[in-house]
């Protein structure tokens, strides 16, 4: 398919997409964790890639790094507190070709109450009609935030000197996105 025909709007199709991120754990491995979807949106100007926008919704309950007693901790207020704050959002602000199939799209990032503006470096991964006829595209990407900035400051100080997570968490994204009909 042609990219210039993939202007329209899209829903995301949370069975076949990712939301992960990446932290550091006692500075020594990675823990790896997604948050599921509770609603997305894309607009997708192939002629002019600056109307394109985005807008997400996660749902933090939902949050899963395979390890339930970690996950539990990440609900509570000491990290993204689920109860005050169900949901992390980002509403994009523009979108930049940066070359070849890789976008910058620049938008809100609200986390804990907060919000900040971030850039993520995002790449057109293919376009293919599937089983149903329906038309899918790909993309993948990510950036690193800084929790803090979050206000997600809790930590504990390890006997090595250490701390037990770290402050940059790497956002991964993995996109199926299907048009509408």
Known sequence: MNPSDLTGTYTLDPAHSRFGFVARHAMITKIH??????????????????????????????IHTGNQYRDAHLRTGDLLDAAGHPSITFDSAGVKHA????YEVTG????????????????YTGTA??????????????????????????NAILETGGVMISDKITIELDLSAVRAT
């Open 99 to 102: 070359g070849g199939d890789d």
């Open 33 to 62: 964790g997604s948050i599921p979807v509770k609603e997305a949106v894309v607009v997708l100007d192939a002629g002019d890639p600056a109307a394109s926008r985005a807008h997400v919704v996660l749902d933090v309950a939902g």
């Open 108 to 123: 809100d990032l609200t986390i804990r109450g907060v919000t900040r503006q971030v850039t993520i470096v995002m790449t």
């Open 129 to 154: 009609a599937d089983a149903q006829g329906v038309t899918r595209v790909g993309f993948e990407g990510g950036t690193v935030i800084d929790r803090r900035d979050f206000g997600i400051t809790y």
